[in-house]
């Protein structure tokens, strides 16, 4: 099916563990982003993606790696997760500058 | 960098009454995208509805539409014959188009109860 997956949808992990969310879309979207959402803060750019090979940070970068060698895979990693990366993170891809993004259907990460 | 404000945490209607949520939002751009978005329990981000700033008409989607009003900075949704269905979250989003990468910038959101 066409659309954006994040996988998985729930993890549990232990602080000082490296952990890898995973993004997949099936448009070949140029742009795709992280955004780790809290309460109070809404949502909060970790880091985009203009195209293949072609990452940024974003608001909040510290703490995650990303990588795009394919257009249709935006995978996020923590390396070496904090409880402080407690959270609900969304992956978005879009078209082009004028659309609005579609979303995953969110990762909730939990560190403990 | 471009702000967004939402200045209501929460707000309640009653079904089939009308409803706006405010947004306020600060930049030096022109051109730019306004977007509301909303967010169900299920946590699923919906695009309700999208403004372009170079257009003077109010978007409508149905029983959604906005108040645009460019030179106050301000992007309100009004939701009319509100349903049980419309409680979640609803974040009002900036998009730069002159930025490079293009990020929607969001609001910190207003959760919107509805009441029968």
């Known amino acids: 099916d066409a659309g954006i997956t994040q996988s998985p949808r729930y993890k549990i992990t232990e602080t000082g563990r490296q952990v890898t969310l995973m993004c997949h879309q099936t448009w070949s979207h140029s742009y795709m982003f992280w955004y780790r959402q809290d309460l109070g803060h809404g949502l909060r750019l970790i880091y985009y993606s203009a195209a293949a090979d072609i990452t940024d940070k974003g608001e909040v970068p510290d703490g995650y790696v990303v990588s795009r060698s394919k257009t249709e895979n935006f995978p996020l990693t923590l390396e070496s997760a904090t409880r402080s990366q407690t959270s609900v993170y969304f992956c978005?891809?879009?078209?082009?500058?004028?659309?609005?993004?579609?979303f995953g259907s969110g990762t909730r990460l939990t560190v403990v | 960098a471009q702000t967004v404000t939402q200045s209501q945490p929460e707000m309640s209607v009653q079904e089939a009454e009308t409803v706006t949520l405010s947004c306020t939002y600060d930049t030096s751009e022109s051109d730019y995208y306004l977007f509301w978005y909303k967010q169900p329990p299920s946590r699923q981000m919906i695009l309700v509805i999208r403004?372009?700033?170079?257009?003077?008409q109010n978007a409508t989607e149905n029983r959604f539409s906005v108040n645009f009003q460019k030179a106050a900075k301000s992007f309100s949704l009004k939701i009319s014959d509100s349903q049980l269905g419309d409680a979640a979250m609803y974040f009002c989003?900036?998009?730069?188009?002159?930025?490079?990468?293009?990020?929607?910038?969001f609001g910190a959101g207003t959760i919107l109860r509805v009441k029968s």
């Open positions: 978005a891809s879009s078209p082009d500058r004028g659309q609005g993004y579609t």
């Open positions: 403004q372009e700033a170079y257009k003077q």
């Open positions: 989003a900036y998009r730069s188009l002159s930025e490079y990468g293009n990020k929607l910038v």
